[in-house]
């Protein structure tokens, strides 16, 4: 689209250009003011078309619903690489295999942030552990499965500048 308005934008220089020397305008700045003009118009029209299609990108993710469970700081980090590696991770589309939230709130306590997302019918679990390090960010952030059951179970792990 982008490269549209620009071709539109020198067929009107051109056309500007053709009426000035048609009507044999004295003024020389009225070429450039029409010009100008157009290329505003052009820039407006550009960023209308590109807000619409960030709008039906947005509009394509309606089965997705989301809710912060909180948010707090976590002044008792406990973990360590060891913990981390120990962790069982389940099957990645269902968790099944994988550790429970329970026993691993039961291990390690409340975690800095928790977060759920429903999408097509599938309801996930995101929590982290979150810390402060010599001015360095260390945490632990995993994601779990519902299960029938109402339990959840561990599918994904990811730890940054543990040791």
Request: with cysteine; net charge negative.
């Amino acid at each position: 689209m982008f490269y549209f308005l620009i071709l539109f934008s020198i067929c009107i220089f051109g056309f500007a250009a053709y009426f000035t020397i048609k009507l044999r305008f004295k003024k020389h700045l009225v070429l450039p003011l029409l010009a100008g003009l157009f290329l505003l118009l052009a820039f407006g029209l550009y960023k209308g078309f590109d807000r619409s299609s960030r709008n039906s990108t947005e509009s394509k993710q309606e089965n997705t619903t989301a809710s912060t469970l909180k948010y707090a700081e976590n002044s008792n980090f406990s973990w360590d690489k060891e913990k981390f590696d120990n962790l069982t991770v389940g099957d990645q589309d269902s968790g099944l295999g994988g550790m429970s939230y329970d026993d691993i709130i039961a291990e390690y306590g409340e975690p800095s942030t928790a977060f759920e997302s429903t999408t097509n019918g599938i309801t996930t679990r995101f929590i982290s552990y979150q810390t402060s390090v010599n001015k360095e960010n260390v945490s632990v952030s995993l994601r779990f499965i519902s299960q029938p059951d109402s339990s959840w179970l561990l599918s994904y792990k990811f730890a940054e500048n543990l040791d």
